[in-house]
């Protein structure tokens, strides 16, 4: 592993309990960085934090609620003090169907944790990282967002707005010290492979031309790269790492 300096920076990671949120936090602790893992499972968050050592605490937030995402941040500058950097990873799929099959409310879940979760919680951070003058978010989009994936248009849709939401933010904050980008990996064979179908397992894999899907470590490297000090001239910039699959 390559070393990236996140020495005396604290981190905010969301839905850090397990899949690429759990690798970000490893990533960043290992490179110095002192990490808040918000996560709407409590236990599995202080499990990890748990693993991770004295540099990791562990918060609940129900990210689609603005007063619980406030009281998480309260929470954190209270025990980690000012914060540096934060990550907005957590998302979910919302399981697979054509357009005019899917569940309405399942639609507005999925555009509600994907999308409305990463502003609520940009709205509550962002005048801190503003009076520190300086700062990096991290959004973790999809290839999906791109490219739209078929029987997944919810999903699409949800991650193209994340990507957008990260260019006009990277705009409004490129004067402020405060850097905002994001990733759009092609799929990782995490825990939220459980609420997808095969046949569409297999469609994602079938467009990616290095014939795997990525590693959760590949994009927890990526995340560090973009929340350190190297990463000083690139706003409002979308980061793919799908093995090939994008095509612009």
């Not at 005048?127 to 999903?155: F, Q």
């Not at 064979?189 to 795997?212: E, N, V």
Request: hydrophobic content about 45%; charged content about 15%; some cysteine.
């Amino acid at each position: 592993m390559n070393t990236i300096d996140l020495e005396g920076r604290t981190a905010i990671v969301t839905g850090a309990a397990q899949g690429i949120g759990l690798a970000i936090a490893q990533r960043f602790v290992a490179s110095g960085a002192k990490v808040a893992l918000w996560d709407v499972n409590l236990d599995g968050a202080r499990e990890a934090a748990k693993a991770l050592g004295k540099h990791a605490e562990a918060f609940a937030v129900q990210l689609t609620d603005e007063a619980s995402v406030r009281a998480a941040f309260d929470a954190t500058l209270q025990t980690l003090g000012p914060v540096d950097v934060l990550v907005n990873n957590a998302g979910i799929t919302g399981g697979n169907a054509a357009t005019w099959e899917l569940d309405t409310e399942v639609w507005r879940q999925v555009v509600e944790v994907n999308l409305i979760a990463p502003f609520l919680v940009c709205k509550v951070v962002v005048p801190h990282l503003m009076t520190r003058g300086s700062g990096r978010i991290v959004n973790i989009a999809s290839i999906a967002g791109k490219e739209g994936n078929p029987n997944a248009s919810h999903y699409s849709a949800s991650k193209a707005g994340l990507i957008a939401l990260t260019k006009s933010l990277g705009k409004e904050l490129a004067g402020h010290g405060v850097l905002v980008n994001a990733i759009t990996p092609a799929a990782a064979q995490t825990p939220i492979f459980d609420s997808m179908t095969q046949q569409h397992i297999d469609y994602m894999l079938s467009k990616i031309p290095m014939g795997r899907f990525v590693q959760v470590e590949e994009i927890a490297a990526m995340a560090a790269w973009l929340a350190s000090p190297d990463c000083s001239f690139s706003t409002g910039a979308v980061f793919d790492i799908s093995g090939g699959r994008g095509t612009y």
